[in-house]
């Protein structure tokens, strides 16, 4: 029996005109069942003809009613809220019409359509009854035959829309893996109750429910939390050594679609990330609104945040800017999928070449521009200086340079904590890039405000430790550390995105914005916590090594927002960095020199450059730390 149902099932949609036919066949007998019932089941040859005469008119009606309201279009055996509403709705306007159509009918004294009010009552509760029973009995036959027996037992924590929202995605999927034996809540007033047909529990009960049912997953489904709370529950759930997933909230769904696809495991950016931050919408929006808006690096970890933000806001056009080509790609699929209606357009481009970029900014005329593009490897660019220089300081040279000529309105530089008394030629090609950036928002007759960001290490971006561990972790260890010692300032990409569009329309130009980071996180630390949140044991099903810091590496980052460097601005995250202001004119030519350097000059020589422009740079573990000396001497 089983499988003959599973075969009708299986893998066919049932023709929706099938479906209206069977809501309009429930229609007409729950008329016969009314009209019946209003006679007192005494029906004569003449009360037979007004039935059918009737029955026509109502059915006729209902049948116009579900056409216009598409309530027969849903595939049943998914039925949903929203489609029992429009199904609802849809008979609930036929009766109306009934109702209103007999009062009519009945002052024109046109017999054959007055239908008795108390048939039409009748029929239009039995119709919703049988057809919201129909949709149910056969979603609950379609979710019961295609239940696996290998399903895990799961709690959802959290009782609220999202909770429900998750209940319904993992009842709805076919590929079903999940067994919901309770939802776990935390508000007293939702003890004993059941939702539907869950039980709801307090972690107390949760706890004694969750041995004895061998729960092994709990899905943190709770829109609006602390990560202080959601850091609690993480670490009572892996106590119980109970695995934790999330149900990201609607914002962050691949796709936007609802589906148990959206449940993901836990990561470390969930729990060390910190409150969320109050933006200024208002001025954000302000400053967005009806803007082509220009990003560069857009296919990156920062820049793809800052574009994924942009379209939050009512902006003209967004134009990505990239030259990783694959990455790039990857977005515009990710865009297309996600904002069908997004305003943007996908530019394949090296910033650094200036003729490209003219083109560009020829075509589009954007009022805004974010500059993410970079490279930002440390070991990397100590190897390569050249390319340091040739990309991140060539590369927003040509940009600033363009966005004079091109009038944009403003232009934000993403910058990094490690360009604050720089170690390394990562830190002091951005130093560079900062100083240039500040030095033209000196000049008079420029329309365009330059703002430069700073800030720490963002959770989760490419080459960063979190990938690297995670992958480390998924081979079965070891984990590398640097040094037992190290630590390093956190943020989200969201987090540091969302500062990064406050401070953009905070400044009036020229000023070098600084995020405060929060408290430093020790990275052998954040490793143990992956491992934990990885479900592994340290020491017994993974070790930790210490390979010793890298070239330029610094053992702690600078304090980016203390008092002594920085002055507060109305945002408690933002601050502005006291730093030493460079002359227009040198720096130019300094950097034109810089620049023409690269195609005759080697390494050491390049570097001695960088130095010379940035007297505060000073290389850490690095073949360049001779320099440091032979210019003291
Ligand atoms: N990731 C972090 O932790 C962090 C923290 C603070 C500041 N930042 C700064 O943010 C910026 C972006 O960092 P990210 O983490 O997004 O790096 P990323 O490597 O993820 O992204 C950089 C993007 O720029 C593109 N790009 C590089 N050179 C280009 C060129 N010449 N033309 C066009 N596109 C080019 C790359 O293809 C890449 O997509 C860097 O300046 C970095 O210093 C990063």
């Known amino acids: 029996m089983k499988s003959i149902l599973l075969n009708i099932f299986n893998g066919r949609v049932v023709s929706p005109w099938w479906i209206l036919l069977i809501d309009l066949g429930i229609s007409a007998n729950a008329f016969v069942l009314a009209f019946i019932l209003r006679l007192n089941v ?22 116009v009613s579900f056409l216009l309201f598409g309530s027969y279009r849903g595939v049943i055996r998914h039925s949903n809220y929203n ?90 999927d076919k590929a079903n893996q999940y067994n ?39 899905i943190l489904a709770i829109n609006r939390i602390t990560v202080k709370r959601k850091h609690d529950i993480t670490n009572a759930c892996l106590d119980k050594g109970w695995k934790l997933k999330v149900m990201p909230s609607v914002g962050n769904w691949v796709n936007g679609i609802s589906n148990q696809n959206q449940i993901r495991d836990i990561r470390i950016e969930d729990i060390l990330g910190r409150e969320e931050i109050r933006l200024n919408q208002l001025q954000i929006m302000d400053g967005l609104d009806g803007k ?55 530019v394949l481009a090296d910033i650094t070449n200036a003729h490209r970029m003219q083109e560009v900014f020829d075509l589009y005329r954007p009022q805004i521009v974010f500059n993410a593009a970079a490279y930002k490897h440390v070991p990397l660019l100590e190897e390569f200086p050249y390319e340091a220089i040739r990309v991140n300081i060539g590369g927003v040279k040509v940009l600033a340079d363009l966005a004079i000529k091109y009038q944009v309105e403003k232009f934000v530089m993403v910058s990094t904590d490690k360009a604050v008394n720089p170690t390394n030629v990562m830190g002091a090609s951005k130093r560079i890039c900062e100083i240039y950036i500040q ?114 590496e610094k053992l702690y980052e600078e304090l980016l927002a203390s008092k002594e460097s920085t002055m507060p601005t109305h945002h408690e995250k933002i ?12 720096i130019k030519e300094r950097i034109k020199e810089l620049l023409l350097a690269l195609k005759m000059e080697n390494n050491e020589h390049l570097v001695s450059r960088m130095k010379e422009l940035v007297p505060e740079y000073k290389s850490q573990n690095s073949q360049y730390s001779e320099l440091d000396k032979q210019m003291i001497q």
């Open 83 to 172: 489609e029992l509403k429009l199904l609802a709705v849809a008979c609930f306007s036929a009766f109306v019409f009934l109702i209103l159509s007999s009062s009519v009918f009945e002052w024109l004294q046109y017999g054959w359509f007055i239908v008795p009010r108390l048939v039409l009552i009748f029929h239009f509760l039995m119709t919703i009854v049988l057809s919201f029973t129909f949709r149910i009995l056969v979603k609950e036959t379609y979710s019961s035959l295609t239940k696996k027996n290998t399903s895990t037992n799961v709690f959802i924590y959290g009782a609220g829309d999202m909770g429900q929202i998750t209940l319904e995605a993992i009842r709805s």
């Open 292 to 346: 082509v808006i220009a990003v560069t690096g857009a296919a990156g970890s920062i820049g793809s945040e800052i574009v994924r933000q942009l379209l939050r806001f009512s902006v003209r056009k967004i134009v990505m800017v990239d030259m990783a080509e694959s990455a790039l790609y990857d977005l515009q699929q990710e865009l297309l999928l996600s904002h069908t209606d997004a305003p943007f357009n996908v």
């Open 42 to 63: 005494q029906l004569t040859a003449y009360s037979v003809s007004d039935m059918l005469i009737g029955g026509t008119y109502v059915l006729t009606v209902y049948l």
């Open 180 to 218: 919901v034996v309770g939802i776990i809540d935390d508000n007293a007033n939702m003890k004993n109750v059941v939702l539907h047909s869950v039980p709801v529990f307090s972690w107390e009960k949760a706890l004694r429910v969750g041995e004895a049912k061998q729960i092994e997953v709990v």
């Open 575 to 586: 601050m502005i960095a006291k730093v030493r202001q460079y002359e227009y004119v040198i």
């Open 439 to 552: 030095a033209l928002s000196q000049l008079k007759d420029v329309k365009t405000e330059f703002v430069t960001t700073r800030f720490g290490n963002v959770l989760g971006s490419n080459g960063s430790v979190v990938p690297l561990f995670k992958r480390q972790i998924e081979r079965g260890g070891p984990i590398t550390v640097t040094h037992k010692d190290i630590t390093r300032y956190f943020m989200t990409i969201p987090e540091a995105c969302q500062l990064v569009l406050e401070a953009g329309f905070m400044g009036r130009g020229g000023e070098i914005f600084v995020f405060d980071m929060g408290e430093p996180v020790k990275i052998v630390d954040l490793a143990k916590e992956m491992v934990r949140l990885s479900g592994l044991k340290l020491g017994e099903d993974i070790d930790i090594t210490y390979t010793g810091l890298r070239p330029g």
